[in-house]
């Protein structure tokens, strides 16, 4: 158990470090935005307190990291941390498919959308019978944690539905650019992503619960 606990934690670990280029892009638009995000507020009479303004950048590296992981292909972020273990005439574009890809996987798209829109083709014991596919299919319910849990924590009027659908159709956008850059695209991701979400918004509910007034700090204040 042990050992299956450390290989796990290797591999968050790993995707982790792929999250970084894109988290740091994204610190850099929410400081480039502040002052106007601060000044449209102001104008609508409302002050986001610090601790909300640190809760929220931690929320936009998360998303951002989110999509270096979701929306780029695969390995590519490890081709642009470590470009010297891949082949020599290895490119950033080499991870991408070629337009005759596209082409063709949009000309067999008809014929794969039954499997496509099949929830859990081998039923849910499936995603257990090895590793690999246990820890892809507890990370696509916990990488979306975040978003279920903090759009609740932000939002002055946050609730269950809301932060479930920020998590579908964030879900829906992932899964449809995938379909264009050789990525896995299922409905199983799709519902697991925004269970995610869902559970996420739970743990608020029982932050809120167990500490009353907590969660308001993090929210906009009227001046």
């Not at 929410?30 to 609508?44: C, S, T």
């Not at 916990?142 to 609730?159: S, V």
């Amino acid at each position: 158990m042990w050992s299956l606990l450390e290989e796990a934690a290797g591999d968050v670990l790993r995707y982790v470090v792929q999250m970084l280029p894109c988290a740091f892009v994204g610190a850099i638009l929410f400081f480039v935005l502040f002052p106007i995000r601060r000044r449209h507020l102001a104008q609508i009479g409302l002050k986001s307190p610090a601790l909300r303004e640190g809760t929220l950048l931690i929320f936009v590296l998360f998303c951002a990291g989110l999509a270096a992981l979701t929306v780029f292909p695969s390995n590519l972020w490890s081709y642009v941390l470590e470009p010297d273990r891949w082949p020599e005439g290895t490119t950033f574009w080499s991870f991408y498919p070629t337009m005759e890809d596209l082409m063709s996987r949009l000309q067999h798209l008809p014929e794969e959308l039954p499997r496509l829109l099949t929830p859990f083709p081998g039923g849910i014991a499936y995603h257990f019978h090895s590793y690999w596919s246990a820890f892809l299919f507890l990370g696509n319910v916990g990488m979306f944690l975040p978003i279920g849990f903090f759009t609740a924590l932000l939002w002055r009027r946050g609730n269950l539905w809301r932060s479930t659908l920020v998590g579908f159709l964030a879900s829906l956008s992932i899964e449809t650019i995938q379909l264009f850059i050789d990525r896995g695209t299922d409905l199983d991701d799709l519902i697991l992503n925004t269970v995610g979400a869902a559970v996420g918004y739970l743990l608020y509910w029982l932050l809120r619960a167990a500490v009353p007034g907590f969660t308001a700090k993090f929210t906009c204040v009227k001046v």
